[in-house]
């Protein structure tokens, strides 16, 4: 039943991270319930966010949107902050893993529902504080590294928000920190025997081919579809991972 569910909710992972963002929703708490809550399942889904932030890193950069200096800069210590994240998660207790999916699911669905309010472009470019670069940087990194869903949109959120990137050059840099994180990420849980090879690989591959499917024919009716489906594929898995044994 896995070898088709898995690829299936990869597939819809892809779809919706293509057209509105926050895929992790639906990748992280399916393969919580699939193969265990906490680590097991975070460094599995590296697998999918490295997969994921390469197809979109390969579409901006083609694009000529990536600012390579400011963006090696930035995901070198987002690597870095995704690697002390991702060496703490295995310590931590999967009931905090649990309340941390209830805290979290709200926000990102939030911040998928305000993308238009938050991503707008700004007239003025601000050149970005060292301080705040890396500081930013570094937690977001963090934060990926040690729990993962909306790691590169707080990335964006970072450079946009915090620095004063313009639009497009912070979504562009954002991808390449997400593949720099995940990828270190997935190397330390790896090497700690927390991922699931298999599981990863198969919803991966189904990630892969929605994300093409949404980048490809997404359009305005399809974004009013979407973000209630999210929300309701969201809601119905938080549901069965809270309640129920997995």
């Known amino acids: 039943m896995d070898n088709f569910l898995l690829p299936f909710m990869g597939f819809l992972t892809g779809l919706i991270d293509s057209v509105v963002g926050g895929g992790g929703l639906i990748s992280l708490p399916t393969l919580s319930i699939i193969i265990a809550p906490g680590a097991p399942a975070i460094g599995t889904n590296k697998i999918v966010g490295t997969v994921g932030a390469a197809i979109a890193l390969f579409v901006y ?3 000529g949107h990536l600012k390579w200096k400011e963006g090696i800069a930035f995901s070198l210590v987002c690597a870095v902050g995704s690697y002390s994240g991702s060496s703490l998660a295995p310590f931590v207790s999967i009931v905090f893993f649990r309340y941390l999916l209830i805290v979290m699911c709200p926000v990102l669905l939030w911040i998928v529902f305000n993308r ?4 707008k472009e700004r007239e003025n470019f601000i050149k970005p504080h060292p301080a705040i670069f890396f500081l930013s940087a570094l937690l977001s990194g963090f934060y990926d590294g ?7 949109t707080f990335m964006f959120l970072s450079l946009f928000l915090g620095t004063g990137l313009p639009l497009l050059s912070s979504i562009a840099i954002s991808k390449l920190a997400n593949t720099f994180s995940a990828s270190t990420a997935l190397v330390t849980f790896s090497l700690n025997g927390y991922v699931h090879w298999k599981e990863g ?3 991966a591959l189904g990630m892969a081919v929605g994300a093409y499917v949404g980048a490809s024919y997404a359009t305005r009716m399809a974004n009013k579809i979407v973000r209630p489906m999210l929300t ?3 809601i119905l898995l938080m549901i069965r991972l809270l309640f129920f044994e997995a």
Not at 146 to 152: M, S, T
Request: proline share 5%.
């Open 116 to 119: 238009e309010n938050l991503f």
């Open 232 to 234: 309701i594929i969201v």
């Open 61 to 63: 950069a083609k694009k």
């Open 146 to 152: 040690f729990f993962g869903p909306g790691g590169g």
């Open 201 to 203: 690989i198969l919803m």
